[in-house]
C-alpha cells in the first residue's frame, strides 16, 4: 500500500471498501476464527439470502481477502491476511501519531501540580 500524500491505489481502494461493510468484517471474523468455510456454513451465520452473501463474497475476492476453492460441489472460502498486513502498515504512522500526543499530554498532566483540596 501507497504512504504517499496523493490517493491510494486501485487495490487498496478495493480493500478499503471491503472492509467498510459490517457484513464482510463479520465474514472476515468467521473465517479467522473457524477457518476455510463452505458458502452454506457462511450464509447459515447470517440474516440474509445466500445471492446478498455471495455479493459480500465477491467484494472480498476481488479485494484480496479471501480466496475461493472449488470442492466437488461446494465452494470453500478462506481467509487472505496479507492485505489486512498492508491496512495495519497504513494505519501505523496515526497509531504513533496518537500514542505521541497521548504521551504528550501525560507529561503534561504529570507537569500540572495537585489541587488537593481535602
Known amino acids: 500500500m501507497s504512504t504517499g500524500t ?5 487495490a487498496e481502494d478495493r480493500v478499503f471498501a471491503a472492509l467498510a461493510n459490517a457484513t464482510r468484517r463479520e ?3 468467521l473465517l479467522r476464527e473457524r477457518g476455510p468455510q463452505p458458502v452454506q456454513a457462511l450464509a447459515d451465520h ?9 455479493e459480500h463474497l465477491k467484494v472480498l475476492r476481488e479485494a484480496g481477502l479471501v480466496s475461493e476453492q472449488r470442492s466437488g460441489r ?6 487472505e491476511a496479507a492485505p ?9 504512522p496515526y497509531e504513533r501519531f496518537w500514542r505521541d500526543r497521548l504521551k504528550g499530554l501525560g507529561d503534561l498532566l504529570d507537569r500540572l501540580p495537585d489541587d488537593d483540596q481535602s
Not at 461446494?74 to 481467509?79: E, F, G, H, K, T
Open 84 to 92: 489486512l498486513a498492508e491496512v495495519q502498515d497504513w494505519l501505523h
Open 27 to 29: 465474514v472476515l471474523r
Open 74 to 79: 461446494q465452494r470453500i472460502y478462506r481467509l
Open 46 to 54: 447470517f440474516d440474509m439470502r445466500r445471492p446478498s452473501l455471495s
Open 6 to 10: 496523493g490517493t491510494g491505489t486501485a
